[in-house]
Every structure is written in structure tokens, then in C-alpha cells.
């Protein structure tokens, strides 16, 4: 049976009004898999195309991926498009029903170096206007999910009701059901942070992380691993399937007092996925899900993962602004 976009992916536990839109995104995110399978076998993917709308510089596939998603969108029902690559919103259907941000491809800097990269989405009740779409708090999200193109596809996504993973199967180019109501473990020896920035962080970041470094012999009196990868999504789906924790806050760096990480199509997206999946996830004090979008491109710091892991960090947030000087020396507060 040929693949169609009628059954490029099971939609039992897609909300109704939601099922034409997701089959538009498998089905895309399916085709840029392929793409990117190819590899050097086809045209040059990672090279520079130009700088989008933010300042971040472009790589051919961002675009590929940017207006394959645009195009696939028309007619599904959606009103409003924003994208990281696009300056403003775009308007897709006057009568379509809800909005979608994109990031269409996160991690676009290991495209050349065939590590995990994504593309990452959120979508919204259509408002009259693409202010009114997505100038509103994170939690009116109707749904949200990420597409990794790794060693396998898989598609994860939620409507409010649990987390599904659905992986692509190559040989009949459909997407296929593999885990339901997916919850992320508690307990887990691994942290993600670029630590060459270490000098940049404020202080409770770097209380937090020296207190994981140092470990048998710190207050944690436990040894942790430390992971990087530079792409948000490939992040995320080790953290969903293992555990751990994940921060990118801001820091001292011009350009950086907010962090790096866009609020509305990637942070926003990415902390509904991990809330719905028993996990935490906040701007390293406030949950990311109670803060209001006002721009498209607006930047914030976020600290997702383990559920306990997450309230550490707020923790030390918190020491540091009540002075109080547990938090450098021995930190007892926080054995264990």
C-alpha cells in the first residue's frame, strides 16, 4: 500500500480537530528524514544560507525545512504560522482554527556531523490576529511535540493527556504507536549544560553544578555524568526516556542575560511535553508554562528534567536571593 497522508501515522489518540494537522507534520518530517538520511549523497545540507530574523545564521536545510513545513500547512486548518526562520508571523487559512509555532530544524550546527537534530512545535487556539495567536500565557497550548531525526525517526507528541512516541518505520514510511503515556524517571545521575560558560553563569547555576562535579566528595555525596549535545531535542528525548536534567540559563554575555533558547517555539513546546510527562521544567525559578509569550522570538532561561532535579535549582535561585550563605559552603540543605 502506497503511503498517504490518510495513514502516515496513527491519530487514536490525536484530539479530532487536531488529527489533518498532525498527519501534515508526520508526513513532512518523514520526507525531511529522508533528506537527511541522504546525506552527502544529495546537496550540501549544513551550508550557510544567511542569517534569519534573530541574528542566528542559517543552514540550508533550516530553510528546506521551513518552507516544506509552511507549504504542508496550507489548507490543514491552521490560521496562523510562526517560525524561527521567519520574521513574522505568516498568515495560512482566514478561517483555520488554530496557530503553529516551528522551530523547523533545531540543532542545525551538528547537521554536518550526523548527530540527533529535530524539529520542535506548538500549537495554539487561533486568535483573530498572529498577536493574538501567540502573544498569550504558554499554558493556553492545545498541543506539543518534537520530530528527532536520529538513528531512529520518532515523533513525540502530547494533547494534554500523556506523552505518545511514534517511530518511523523505514520500510513502509509510516509512522507506528511504539510507547503511550510516557513518564520520565526520577531518579538519574546525568546533567546537560555547556559548561565552558561556567564563568558567565550567575551564581546558583554555578553553586548547583559544583556541587554535581564535585561528587562523592560534595553535599550530593554521589557521582554524576555530564552529557552535551547542542541540540535541544536530541536533549530532550534522552532526558524523556532517562532522566536528568537540562539547563541553559541566562548569563553574563551580551545577549545572553536571557538566555539563547526562544519561549514561544521551542521552551514553551518542550516544558508542555515534560509536564505532561511527570517532569518539571522552568525559566530556573517560575514555571515555563505560567510565563506569557509577548513577543515571537522572545528568549528565556530554562531548566527542564526530573521533576526533583528542576525544584533543586529553583532552590538555589531562591537561597541566592534571600542571601542566605548555605549556598556557598557546605549546602546541607541540599544532600542527598
Known amino acids: ?36 538520511a541522504r546525506g552527502g549523497l544529495g546537496d550540501d545540507l549544513s551550508g550557510p544560507v544567511g542569517i534569519n530574523s534573530d541574528g542566528d545564521g542559517q543552514k540550508a536545510l533550516d530553510v ?23 520574521a513574522e508571523a505568516v498568515d495560512l487559512d482566514p478561517d483555520g482554527g488554530f496557530a503553529l509555532a516551528i522551530d523547523p530544524l533545531d540543532g542545525s550546527s551538528n547537521i554536518d556531523v550526523n548527530v540527533s537534530i529535530g524539529t520542535i512545535f506548538a500549537l495554539f487556539p487561533a486568535g483573530k490576529t498572529p498577536q493574538a495567536s501567540f502573544q498569550r500565557p504558554a499554558s493556553d497550548l492545545l498541543g506539543a ?119 514561544l517555539y521551542e521552551c514553551a513546546p518542550i516544558a508542555f511535553l515534560m509536564t505532561q510527562a511527570g517532569a518539571g521544567a522552568t525559566d530556573g525559578s517560575d514555571p515555563v508554562l505560567d510565563l506569557d509569550i509577548t513577543a515571537l522570538h522572545q528568549r528565556t532561561p530554562f531548566v527542564f528534567g526530573s521533576a526533583e532535579k528542576v525544584a533543586r535549582v529553583a532552590a538555589y535561585h531562591d537561597l541566592s536571593l534571600s542571601g542566605t550563605s548555605a549556598l556557598f559552603s557546605k549546602r546541607g540543605l541540599f544532600r542527598s
Request: aromatic share 8%; proline share 6%.
Open 145 to 263: 511535540g518534537y520530530i528527532i531525526y536520529g538513528p531512529q525517526c520518532c515523533l513525540v507528541a502530547s494533547f494534554g493527556d500523556g506523552v505518545q512516541i511514534y517511530t518511523l518505520d523505514p520500510q513502509t514510511g509510516c509512522f507506528a504507536l511504539t510507547t503511550d503515556g510516557v513518564q520520565i524517571p526520577e531518579k538519574s545521575g546525568e546533567f546537560a549544560i555547556n559548561a565552558s560558560n561556567y564563568r558567565h553563569w550567575p551564581a546558583p547555576v554555578r553553586a548547583y553544578i559544583d556541587d554535581l562535579v564535585s561528587g562523592t566528595d560534595g553535599p550530593r555525596e554521589r557521582d554524576f555524568n555530564m552529557r552535551w549535545v547542542a541540540s535541544l531535542v536530541a536533549e530532550a528525548h534522552r532526558i524523556l526516556l532517562r532522566g536528568g536534567i537540562f539547563l541553559y540559563p541566562g548569563d553574563n554575555r551580551e545577549g545572553y542575560a536571557r538566555g539563547r533558547l526562544r519561549l
Open 64 to 86: 528546506i525545512a521551513d518552507e516544506a513545513f509552511l507549504d504542508a500547512l496550507r489548507g490543514s486548518g491552521v490560521r496562523h504560522y510562526a517560525s524561527e526562520e521567519q
Open 1 to 36: 500500500m502506497p503511503v498517504t497522508n490518510k495513514h502516515i501515522m496513527p491519530v487514536q489518540r490525536v484530539p479530532a480537530p487536531l488529527q489533518e494537522v498532525m498527519r501534515r507534520l508526520a508526513s513532512t518530517g518523514a520526507e525531511i528524514a529522508r533528506t537527511i
